[in-house]
Nanobody, 123 residues
Framework: VQLQASGGGLVQAGGSLRLSCAASGRDFSINAMGWYRQTPGNQRELVATITSGGTTVYADSVKGRFTISRDNAENTVYLRMNSLKPEDTAVYYC??????????????????WGQGTQVTVSS
């Protein structure tokens, strides 16, 4: 399974960006998907996650500004980022919880990560 992220770039404070991340491969199912971000010298931190059923969780720092969504048919997760601030500058990584469903239960294989996409917000 591979995850391909796209959509990062340079934007002025107050602007918007949309990140996308598509999972591809054979014979897999996805439970949760989401985004983390990392700045130099710091640990990767959660930005937002979304389950296969659509339940979302956001970091306090992005609530009300970022929106996570997914297209289950396309195995794709999106992150719409509005009202961007310089402190949102980071490399953004998508992830997907990969496994398989048997008899209605999800058996987790592991978390797979995308390659990271740079988001830079200028002041």
């Amino acid at each position: 399974v591979q995850l391909q992220a796209s959509g990062g770039g340079l934007v002025q404070a107050g602007g918007s960006l949309r990140l996308s991340c598509a999972a591809s491969g054979r014979d897999f199912s996805i439970n949760a998907m989401g985004w983390y971000r990392q700045t130099p010298g710091n640990q990767r931190e959660l930005v937002a996650t979304i389950t296969s059923g659509g339940t979302t969780v956001y970091a306090d720092s992005v609530k009300g500004r970022f929106t996570i969504s997914r297209d289950n048919a396309e195995n794709t997760v999106y992150l719409r980022m509005n009202s961007l601030k310089p402190e949102d500058t980071a490399v953004y990584y998508c992830y997907a919880e990969i496994g398989a469903y048997y008899s209605g239960r999800f058996y987790r294989r592991g978390d797979y990560w995308g390659q990271g996409t740079q988001v830079t917000v200028s002041s």
